[in-house]
């Protein structure tokens, strides 16, 4: 069993930075890739960035490549979303999830929510013009 707590959500400006943490519960952290996904008002989950297990390789959807980074904290048994050049459209429920990817796993597998075993509660941001 994995539980998982985000925090750093809020309210920033367009253009303006936010960094999200996911701390999990369990010795085994490292075995599992990571994704973040959000939910914005009446539209459905979309996949946003994932991190494997050894945070050797990192995925994005397009609209957030360049701007969002994803790592992780073995140690510390935390995922980090650092958010950068915020628009109002990034504006959504930020959740982290874990998933027990199979070895050499595409995007593909990565960006499908019901490939993740364990979500977190979500954590809002909010970007005002």
């Known amino acids: 069993q994995v539980q998982l707590v985000e925090s750093g959500g809020g309210l920033v400006q367009t253009g303006g930075s936010l960094r999200l943490s996911c701390a999990a519960s369990g010795r085994t952290f490292s075995h599992y890739a990571m994704g973040w996904f959000r939910q914005a008002p009446g539209k459905e989950r979309e996949f946003v960035a994932a991190?494997?297990?050894?945070?050797?390789?990192?995925y994005y959807t397009d609209s957030v490549k360049g701007r969002f980074t994803i790592s992780r904290d073995n140690a510390e048994n935390t995922v980090y979303l650092q958010m950068n050049g915020l628009k109002s459209g990034d504006a959504a429920v930020y959740s982290c999830?874990?998933?027990?990817?199979?070895?050499?796993?595409?995007?593909?597998?990565?960006?499908?929510?019901?490939?993740?075993?364990?979500w977190g509660q979500g954590t809002q941001v909010t970007v005002s013009s």
């Open positions: 991190i494997t297990g050894s945070g050797s390789g990192t």
């Open positions: 999830a874990a998933a027990l990817a199979p070895r050499y796993s595409s995007v593909n597998y990565y960006s499908r929510a019901s490939n993740y075993n364990y």
